[in-house]
């Protein structure tokens, strides 16, 4: 786990695993774009991440409890799964794309999805969590029968794509 | 302002303006201790942060259009304020404090404010930003005649300082 923290105030606590701006876009990637191996987390990085930023990253959230490393046998990937602390970091997710929305300019193409988290409240943030715990803990969704969050801010992407290119995108980010 | 940014994503908009770890405590200080000087904040600092570091993050701040600092005259102290886009990190700083409940131990005395705020949801988050309306921008509160969340946190503070030290406490932090 961590060494000692700075203090014991529980926003110091969260801001020794989270303040820095890589760990937060690793784990964007993970939970959003469900990027759950090295090359793909490098391959599709917008931001341009470097090697050893990303393997010293997923590194550190393995050690504070966010990811768990799922080690490869011989020939095979290494598949990094979040964990509850993990997936709990959505709503830190939710606050920041909030306030990006609100205080900065971006690409609509980046933007739609964080405007549907805005906008969908509490409600889809505790409905992408639970599709979250079944993607990565393998835990079933208490409704089953409900439409996956991720179908609709994939559908809100692809169309936000169709709209700034005039053509077809495949759909990854 | 900032430089051109990695990507336009909301969520790296936010990420690169407060993916940091000593300009979140910066924030916070200033927002839940009301320390508006240079030397409040150093003196009082939890995380004890160094006088580079505070003046570098305060600078940062004001550039990115989180803070104001009014200049000071001959022998006066310049002041720092939150702006409106600094005050609307609020959420942010909740979020991060539910984690940090959640998922972390830490001090009573420090968590206890962390705890009000979570528990009093969106609505006490509400009051507490036109409390901070009211003092760093001179926006009188919507509801003048409400009781000022900064009271509760503090009245909470104390009592939880009372109950751990069996004394009395300055209930400054």
Redesign the interface.
């Known amino acids: 786990m961590d060494p000692s923290?700075?203090?014991?105030?529980?926003?110091?606590?969260?801001?020794?695993v989270?303040?820095?701006?890589?760990?937060?876009?690793v784990l964007?990637d993970i939970m959003f774009g469900n990027r759950r191996h090295f090359r793909e987390l490098i391959a599709h990085s917008?931001?341009?991440i470097a090697t050893n930023i990303l393997a010293s990253r997923l590194k550190q959230l393995v050690a504070a409890?966010l990811l768990s490393r799922d080690d490869a046998r011989r020939g095979q990937r290494v598949t990094y799964s979040l964990t509850e602390?993990g997936i709990?970091?959505l709503?830190?997710?939710?606050?920041?794309?909030?306030?990006?929305?609100?205080?900065?300019?971006?690409?609509p193409?980046?933007?739609v999805r964080?405007?549907l988290l805005r906008d969908g409240g509490p409600e889809l943030v505790a409905a992408m969590m639970d599709e979250l715990r079944e993607l990565h803990l393998g835990i079933p969704r208490p409704d089953p029968d409900t439409p996956r969050p991720s179908k609709q801010l994939q559908a809100a992407y692809q169309t936000a794509m169709r709209d700034a290119t005039g053509g077809l995108s495949d759909g990854d980010s």
Chains 1, 2 share one sequence.
Do not use: K
């Open positions: 923290p700075r203090s014991g105030c529980a926003i110091n606590a969260a801001v020794e989270l303040g820095d701006p890589w760990s937060l876009i964007r917008e931001e341009g409890g602390a709990q970091v709503p830190i997710m939710v606050a920041l794309g909030n306030w990006g929305l609100a205080h900065r300019d971006g690409e193409r980046l933007r964080a405007a």
